[in-house]
């Protein structure tokens, strides 16, 4: 395949477009309308693991966008977040924010992070990733002060958090690549594509 295919992402995630943008790819946003909602509700009750429900949803992005896309590799991605075996989702407004960072205070939660690519309907290639996180045990104020400084921000991230912004001083240890943690395994999604050039080796 030549450097000439393209590339599509599934997802309306302005955080993965950015870092695709800014390592130089180029590349077309096709979101899907999946019901992702209804994975994770199935994959729950079969007892599934967390990493299991992401690479799932990553795939049925991928699979789902590839298949009327002939030709593009279709990249797609999901996260999630687990603590103490629960799963989180994104909250829906401030007081869900402020709920989530005091269920995660001075706990550490894995961010299960899957990437998939998909070409002509099938999956070719996926990873996954287990970043783990924790966060410091921060006062009351701290979230009120926290949360206002984050702004609206706070409800586009199933943590609550941006760590490339004010959500980096909720933590006292990270165990993962920065790429993953902000949504994306970057690093190994470009070893595939150079593999296959897509990209320039």
């Not at 075996?85 to 961010?111: C, I, M, Q």
């Amino acid at each position: 395949m030549s450097s000439a295919s393209k590339i599509i992402l599934a997802s309306a995630s302005k955080s993965r477009a950015s870092l695709l943008r800014a390592a130089g790819v180029n590349f077309e946003i096709v979101p899907t309308n999946a019901d992702e909602d209804a994975v994770k509700h199935t994959m729950k009750a079969k007892g599934a693991t967390a990493a299991a429900c992401a690479e799932a949803l990553a795939e049925l992005k991928a699979v789902h966008v590839s298949a009327s896309r002939p030709g593009s590799f279709v990249i797609g991605a999901d996260q999630m977040l687990e603590c103490d075996g629960a799963w989180f989702d994104k909250p829906a407004d401030e007081n869900g924010a402020r709920s989530h960072l005091r269920k995660l205070r001075d706990k550490t939660h894995v961010l299960p992070t899957a990437v998939c690519v998909a070409l002509d309907g099938i999956r070719i290639w996926h990873y996954v990733a287990l970043p783990k996180l924790t966060m410091r045990a921060f006062s009351e104020s701290f979230v009120e002060e926290y949360l206002k400084a984050a702004g609206p921000a706070v409800t586009t991230s199933v943590g609550a958090y941006q760590l490339e912004g004010p959500g980096a001083q909720l933590f006292s240890r990270i165990e993962g690549d920065f790429f993953t943690i902000l949504g994306l395994p970057l690093l190994e999604l470009l070893t595939f594509l150079r593999e296959k050039n897509v990209v320039p080796a």
